[in-house]
Each structure stands twice: as C-alpha cells, then as structure tokens.
C-alpha cells in the first residue's frame, strides 16, 4: 500500500510559478513510478508528467514541456512538481499517483494503482 498527500497548491497569476509536493508513505514507495494527474472543471482526468522508480526518466505530456519539471527524492519518500510559466489553462485540481512503471501512468488513468487527494492549482489571467 501506498498513501499519497499532495501540497503547495494556491492562486498564482499567469506566468507565475508553484511547485507541488507529494509526501509518500508505504514501504514499496521507491520501486514505484510516479506522476501527476489534472482535472479542469467540466473535464476528464489527463496525464501531466511521470518519473520512473529511479528518477533517471522522466515524461510530459505536450502542452507541460518545457515548462513542468518532475524529480523525485527516494530519500524523502517525495515526488515534486514544478511549474513554471503558468497558463490559465493550466488551472485544475492535481493529483498525484503511483503505478507500477512509467509507461502505465503515460497511458492513463487506468495504469494508476493508488491516488493523492488533489490540490488545487488557480491561475489568474
């Protein structure tokens, strides 16, 4: 089992940045992928970004490159979004995830084994 707590959502204005944290706990945390999920009002649940057990690859979905960085810190049992470059469009409520591999959280939802309770990410235009 593993049990995910997101933080560090909040209002920023566009072209500001936030970083996201996700505490885990469970002992399994460091042999998991890890990712960041986002839903806008109205709207399914999307792929964000994605980090193998190792840290050593990373994913991002087109519209997040070059401005969204996931890491991950084993040792803190903490996986961290960072976002850069805010859009309005960026705004929804994240979610952080745990899968088996990397490539099960870039094919979607369905590949996500455990799930955060969200934090809530505003941008202002």
């Known amino acids: 089992q593993v049990q995910l707590a997101e933080s560090g959502g909040g209002l920023v204005q566009a072209g500001g940045s936030l970083r996201l944290s996700c505490a885990a706990s469970?002992?399994?945390?460091?042999?998991?992928?890890m990712g960041w999920f986002r839903q806008a009002p109205g709207k399914e649940r999307e792929f964000v970004a994605a980090?193998?057990?190792?840290?050593?690859?990373?994913a991002a979905t087109d519209s997040v490159k070059g401005r969204f960085t996931i890491s991950r810190d084993n040792a803190k049992n903490t996986v961290y979004l960072q976002m850069n470059s805010l859009k309005p469009e960026d705004t929804a409520v994240y979610y952080c995830?745990?899968?088996?591999?990397?490539?099960?959280?870039?094919?979607?939802?369905?590949?996500?084994?455990?799930w955060g309770k969200g934090t809530l990410v505003t941008v202002s235009s």
């Open positions: 995830a745990a899968g088996r591999v990397q490539g099960d959280l870039v094919a979607g939802p369905s590949g996500v084994d455990y």
């Open positions: 469970g002992r399994t945390f460091s042999r998991n992928a």
């Open positions: 980090i193998s057990w190792s840290g050593v690859f990373t």
